[in-house]
């Protein structure tokens, strides 16, 4: 049960003890992650959140604070349920036992005084997930400044910036300690993006069959989602089966299967004997491994630069053609009754077309004739040559405005919302070369210079507008993203596409887990022949956001239904579970799986696996090779030196942790 959250609006109670973490945030990425590090890892939370609205403002169903608490009710109660219902990792029991509430505080800021009362010169972590880049960066140098050894996890939108603040906070670090251990060092300062975490498994449910990727050094893993397989066939295993998809999938009135669905959940990491058994099942497999290109920019719709099919109109075009076509019939009617050649005909044509000849007195009268044809050609150049100057004004003048849905497109997919969710799909829906309409209530978002410069159709209006989703051409569209941050704005989003398109491919932003299954039953009960997906970003970035601050690399986060599946990088050395274990005695059904091994020697080891080793492809340079083994033989005895991928439940990647602290003193 969750323990006592005292009333507003002071938070009574001793300091925190040493060894805490802090998560300080406004929206529903600071709630989840303080859920996550207290009823999965076990960690003891103080959660820093605004204050509740005063009088004068409207009233709202619940303050920050009463969210937090309903979720944490939630929570514990799902957790008691999946606790007693014998979970699969082998723990001993209740994961959260001896472990106090998330302790909640409430300030408008997360001020020096504020962030002392939190105990910031004695936690273990930090966490800054305010949706504002500058107050996460503010607060960030006021906690290094409190607490040198403090693990900073920040959230930022801008990459660019977090690369540098990254760099900045870790030498402020090693200034205050001069003796700190690399290692700690590396895990000093973490910045994320909720938008980058959540973008690939955002733009994946819009596609079918699609991938949910994850890199690693350069590599791509790629989870791919496969179908039952039919009476007779034998399902492909890939590389390995990373999931079993619950049982409801293929009922109209089922659900996604989530950490409270029982038996009818999706199955984690199962061993052979589960697959075996698993009848009517679909699975995630790990597909294929690829090597990643380097970064590049997302492809433009319609092409780079100016070409003329968009500065002049395909009427324009066809009237040029034609007179095109005029001129060079009159030259050859030149050449063949005059008798002259064929440059001094094309010569006396043209000047004829531009009025600049004289008239032909006293010629033959084949070549009036050609003369008389030549002139009205010349009027009808005129207004070409008019319309032409016209369009090319009206083409610069509109070039930087947004472009608008062509008539004839098809297959796409409409995107709904261009906040940084929305912009961070668009991107990556565009890599993937899927042509993309985006529908947008306001001009000044923050994604609408991005897609006027990739020249991607956009529809400024209201999605619950009449006649807005028309003109992004819903009814030839392939699927829906919805991702506006209301949800109720989603949800009306997709009901109305699906009265127009009843087998549209619909994928919600949904952030409460009991609405979006109620909505997710509703419409695959009245469209059974349609997929639909309900997605939290919260949900998706959490997980890495807690990796982060318990030390570890989280590659990447994969939703399978409603679960979520992690994939991080760890040292061998300090996991009991591990270390002197092969392979195949240290995979755990339900809670982790060795996939690879980084055979680079310790010295030469690239601290981000999720970075793309720098080569030039356009030079006789090839890349450089990658030194995670995929192919291990089950006999493999890891070793304490070595560094490992591997895919995780996230209550088994915090058994792993717990076990390690256990282990190895904090320092």
Known sequence: MLGFVPPLPQQPGRPPSAGHMIVCGDDALARRLAVELRYVYGERVTLLLPPARDANSPETPLTQRGRAAALFGRMSAAMNRAGNGGGTTGGSGDTNAGVEAVRIMEAPEPSDDVLEEAGVDRAAALALVYD????????????????????????????????????????????????????????????????????????????????????????????????????????????????LLSSTTNDPAGAEGSDSSGDEAPQLLPDESAVAAATGRGTVVLEAISRADPDRPATRMGGRGAPLAQVFSRRLRWSALGVAAAALALVIASLLTTEDTAIHSAYLTLLDLL?????????????????????????????????????????????????????????????????????????????????????????????????????????????????VLEAAKIRRARALLALTSIDTTNLEAALYARSVKPDLRVALRLYDDEFATAVYRTLRTAHPGALTRSRSVSHLAAPAFAGA?????????????????????????????????????????????????????????????????????????????????????????????????????????AELLRRQRSVVPRQ
């Open 132 to 243: 504002d880049d500058e107050r996460n960066i503010r607060a960030a140098l006021t906690a290094r400044r409190l607490n040198p050894r403090l693990r900073l996890v920040i959230r930022l939108y801008n990459r660019k910036l977090g690369l540098h603040l990254e760099e900045l906070l870790d030498q402020a670090a090693a200034v205050a300690m001069p003796g700190i251990d690399p290692a700690l060092l590396d895990a000093s300062t973490t910045v994320l993006s909720d938008a980058d975490t959540a973008a690939p498994a955002l733009a994946a449910t819009a596609l079918t069959g699609s991938s949910k990727i994850i890199q690693a050094e350069g590599l791509l893993l790629r989870a791919a989602e496969r179908p039952p397989p039919r009476p007779g066939e034998t399902a492909d295993p890939g590389l390995c089966t990373l999931a």
């Open 549 to 653: 601050m318990m030390g570890r690399q989280i590659l990447g986060a994969v939703p399978v239904e409603r679960k979520v599946m992690l994939f991080a990088a760890l040292e061998v050395a300090g996991h009991p579970q591990l270390e002197g274990h092969t392979v195949e005695q240290a995979f755990r059904a339900g809670a982790w799986r060795v996939l690879a091994i980084d055979a680079t020697p310790p010295a030469d080891r690239t601290p981000d696996l999720s970075a793309i080793p720098p080569y030039n492809p356009d030079g006789d340079a090839v890349p450089p090779p990658s030194g995670l083994v995929w192919d291990l033989h089950p006999g493999y005895v890891l070793r304490a030196t070595d560094r490992v991928v591997i895919a995780a439940t996230r209550r088994g990647l």
């Open 355 to 467: 009025g600049m000849n004289d008239p032909a007195e006293g010629a033959p009268p084949a070549r009036q004739i050609i003369q008389l044809l030549s002139g009205i050609a010349g009027l009808l150049l005129l207004p070409l040559l008019l319309a032409a100057v016209l369009e090319a004004f009206g083409t610069l003048r509109t070039a930087s405005s947004l472009r608008r849905p062509p008539r004839g497109l098809s297959g796409h997919v409409v995107l709904l919302g261009l906040g940084k969710i929305g912009t961070r799909v668009l991107v990556r829906l565009r890599e993937l070369d899927i042509p993309v309409v985006v529908v947008e209530e306001d001009p000044d978002a923050r994604g609408i210079p991005l897609a006027r410069s990739m020249h991607v159709p956009t529809v400024i209006g209201d999605v619950t507008q009449e006649g």
